[in-house]
């Protein structure tokens, strides 16, 4: 959302009607105002590095463009007008698309600074009254809006899956991410949305994660010793997060390595688990049963396949169930105090037992 952009005057005609007298020279002086861009569906022509919101968009209807600002001078051998925007403000509403580029401009960490220039068709009338000089001032052409606009970059999203209450953190940037601490949080305001039962990461044993002030309006974990690396792409599952019975309210936010609070983005759709063969929400060892069964079959017979998988089963959806074996997207039951699996090596160890002698039935080779 862009609000309050100050705006000069471009490629602009003014077509001048008297009543009286034929000729009159029109002329204006410091003209600018505000331009209100208000979030709605549609879209807009955007160039450079801008990039449209999933649930924003510019459409040019909800663009109206003030001049408050600056005089237009109207004079005649009758007499003059003059309109003074800023006791006599005019509201433009755009003719068309507007367009917007922006241009990075430098920033550090999680700050961006932009260029910004916001070009808006208008076409519209002014009417001005003074005496015997009656005349209507149409502007046809382009309002631009030229500045700066500093962001703050929200690299994490925050996906919560609204039937199993298991919520998902992504690094959905293309860069890696640090992080020491993260809060999920509901606003209470019809009563508080999440369940202080849920698998944590602690639970689960990532890195020195521990829970903090857990309660049904705020669940906190963070992280002492370093911070928690996500890879462009990465995620950690939380199962039990959200009551789905509750509203879709939740806030979420975490703290980078220099300890800003950053607020990421949240959304509510399915959590689908590569590696969850059988799509039951778990990725354990009947996924790795059902690969094994289905070794150089068609890819239709395994659900949650690796991201771009289509032909036959084969080495790389094992390859995705070992690195999401453990997840699980089921929430404990009540009352239950989720334990730490064991160490994810030996489980995978135990199984690949199970692939190694998988693969001698089939006369695979298995060498080193």
Same mark, same amino acid.
């Given at each position: 959302?862009?609000?309050?952009?100050?705006?000069?005057?471009?490629?602009?005609?003014?077509?001048?009607?008297?009543?009286?007298?034929?000729?009159?020279?029109?002329?204006?002086?410091?003209?600018?105002?505000?331009?209100?861009?208000?979030?709605?569906?549609?879209?807009?022509?955007?160039?450079?590095?801008?990039?449209?919101?999933?649930?924003?968009?510019?459409?040019?209807?909800?663009?109206?463009?003030?001049?408050?600002?600056?005089?237009?001078?109207?004079?005649?051998?009758?007499?003059?007008?003059?309109?003074?925007?800023?006791?006599?403000?005019?509201?433009?509403?755009?003719?068309?698309?507007?367009?917007?580029?922006?241009?990075?401009?430098?920033?550090?960490?999680?700050?961006?600074?932009?260029?910004?220039?916001?070009?808006?068709?208008?076409?519209?009338?002014?009417?001005?009254?003074?005496?015997?000089?009656?005349?209507?001032?149409?502007?046809?052409?382009?309002?631009?809006?030229?500045?700066?606009?500093?962001?703050?970059?929200?690299?994490?999203?925050?996906?919560?899956?609204?039937?199993?209450?298991?919520?998902?953190?992504?690094?959905?940037?293309?860069?890696?991410?640090?992080?020491?601490?993260?809060?999920?949080?509901?606003?209470?305001?019809?009563?508080?949305?999440?369940?202080?039962?849920?698998?944590?990461?602690?639970?689960?044993?990532?890195?020195?994660?521990?829970?903090?002030?857990?309660?049904?309006?705020?669940?906190?974990?963070?992280?002492?010793?370093?911070?928690?690396?996500?890879?462009?792409?990465?995620?950690?599952?939380?199962?039990?997060?959200?009551?789905?019975?509750?509203?879709?309210?939740?806030?979420?936010?975490?703290?980078?390595?220099?300890?800003?609070?950053?607020?990421?983005?949240?959304?509510?759709?399915?959590?689908?688990?590569?590696?969850?063969?059988?799509?039951?929400?778990?990725?354990?060892?009947?996924?790795?049963?059902?690969?094994?069964?289905?070794?150089?079959?068609?890819? =239709?017979?395994?659900?949650?396949?690796?991201?771009?998988?289509?032909?036959?089963?084969?080495?790389?959806?094992?390859? =995705?169930?070992?690195?999401?074996?453990?997840?699980?997207?089921?929430?404990?039951?009540?009352?239950?105090? =989720?334990?730490?699996?064991?160490?994810?090596?030996?489980?995978?160890?135990?199984?690949?037992?199970?692939?190694?002698?998988?693969?001698?039935?089939?006369?695979?080779?298995?060498?080193?």
């Amino acid at each position: 959302e862009f609000t309050g952009g100050q705006f000069a005057l471009s490629d602009a005609t003014f077509d001048l009607n008297l009543l009286l007298f034929p000729v009159a020279d029109i002329s204006s002086q410091g003209i600018g105002g505000q331009i209100s861009t208000l979030p709605g569906g549609g879209a807009v022509t955007t160039t450079g590095t801008a990039a449209a919101s999933a649930t924003g968009g510019f459409p040019a209807a909800d663009h109206p463009v003030t001049l408050n600002t600056g005089i237009f001078d109207i004079s005649s051998p009758a007499g003059s007008s003059m309109i003074d925007l800023s006791t006599d403000p005019q509201v433009l509403p755009p003719a068309g698309t507007p367009t917007i580029e922006l241009t990075e401009a430098g920033g550090s960490g999680v700050q961006r600074d932009y260029d910004v220039r916001l070009v808006f068709p208008i076409n519209s009338s002014i009417a001005a009254d003074a005496g015997i000089v009656t005349a209507t001032v149409d502007v046809a052409g382009s309002l631009v809006a030229v500045g700066t606009a500093s962001v703050t970059v929200a690299p994490l999203l925050l996906t919560i899956d609204p039937a199993s209450g298991a919520a998902r953190i992504e690094n959905i940037s293309t860069e890696a991410v640090e992080f020491d601490g993260y809060t999920i949080a509901s606003d209470g305001g019809q009563g508080d949305s999440l369940r202080t039962t849920f698998r944590s990461l602690e639970d689960q044993g990532v890195g020195s994660w521990n829970e903090a002030n857990l309660s049904a309006g705020r669940l906190s974990e963070l992280h002492p010793f370093g911070e928690q690396l996500l890879e462009p792409g990465g995620e950690l599952i939380l199962a039990g997060v959200y009551d789905p019975a509750r509203p879709a309210d939740l806030t979420f936010a975490f703290t980078g390595p220099t300890g800003e609070l950053i607020d990421g983005f949240v959304e509510y759709a399915a959590i689908d688990l590569t590696g969850d063969f059988n799509a039951d929400g778990t990725v354990d060892g009947a996924d790795y049963a059902l690969w094994r069964n289905n070794l150089g079959g068609p890819g =239709a017979t395994l659900q949650n396949r690796p991201e771009g998988s289509s032909g036959v089963v084969g080495e790389a959806d094992l390859a =995705a169930w070992q690195a999401n074996f453990g997840k699980t997207t089921v929430a404990p039951s009540a009352g239950a105090v =989720a334990a730490a699996p064991e160490p994810a090596a030996a489980c995978c160890l135990a199984v690949l037992l199970g692939v190694v002698a998988g693969w001698s039935r089939r006369g695979v080779r298995v060498t080193g």
